[in-house]
Every structure is written in C-alpha cells, then in structure tokens.
C-alpha cells in the first residue's frame, strides 16, 4: 500500500518561505507525476503545482507562478515545493499526491480526483499578515 506524507508545513508571517517535502517509503516516482494541493477552510481543493519525475516538466497554477518552485530530489527520492513572497491567503492544508504521467500536466491536475492514485496526509502552512 503508497503512502505519501506531506511534511514541512508550519506558521510563517507574509513575505517569508517554506519548503513543503513530499516522501514515500519504498515507492519509485520515476514514472509519475507529482502534484501540490491545498485546500484552505470552507474552499475547494486547488491543485497548485505539477511535476513529471523522469522529465521534469513543471505545472503551476496561476495564484503560485513565480512565488512557489516544485522540484524533485531522485538521490533522496523525494519531492519538493518551496513556497517563497507567501501571503496569507495561501494559508491552507497542503497535500501531495502522485499519479501516472500519462497526459499534461495541466489535465492530470484539472483532473486530479481520477488521475492522481496516491494521496498523502496534508500539512498546515498559516500565513500571517
């Protein structure tokens, strides 16, 4: 049984950055992608970030293009989302998940509730202002 598990979440005031880490035990992510997720209170789940592990395409949303970098470690076989200028509005629960990279990036994440197999437990960023 995948399990993934988010990490790297915490409290930081508006401007500073966090570096979100995204790991599974035992499982190769070479044929996947890795997608970044947040949901904030009394709102829908937004997928925020992609990445294809063997080719390294990227995907972001447009709320975190040119503030938040998804990255991926193969030596340490773990995924990356450093989260930089954050705002309080990105307060939120942020999940990882994986999915097989057989399409864009953009329609495995408009799609993610069919595309993505693996879900990880979520981590809370707050963001003061």
């Known amino acids: 049984d995948v399990q993934l598990q988010a990490s790297g979440g915490g409290s930081v005031q508006a401007g500073g950055s966090l570096r979100l880490s995204c790991t599974s035990s035992?499982?190769?992510?070479?044929?996947?992608?890795i997608g970044w997720f947040r949901q904030a209170p009394g709102k829908e789940r937004e997928g925020i970030a992609c990445?294809?592990?063997?080719?390294?395409?990227?995907y972001y949303a447009d709320s975190v293009k040119g503030r938040f970098t998804i990255s991926f470690d193969h030596a340490k076989n773990t995924g990356y989302l450093q989260m930089n200028s954050l705002k309080a509005e990105d307060t939120a629960v942020y999940y990882c998940?994986?999915?097989?990279?057989?399409?864009?990036?953009?329609?495995?994440?408009?799609?993610?509730?069919?595309?993505?197999?693996?879900w990880g437990r979520g981590t809370l960023v707050t963001v003061s202002s």
């Open positions: 990445i294809g592990v063997r080719d390294g395409s990227t």
């Open positions: 998940a994986a999915g097989a990279h057989t399409m864009d990036l953009g329609t495995l994440m408009q799609y993610s509730t069919f595309g993505m197999s693996y």
């Open positions: 035992g499982f190769n992510f070479d044929d996947y992608a």
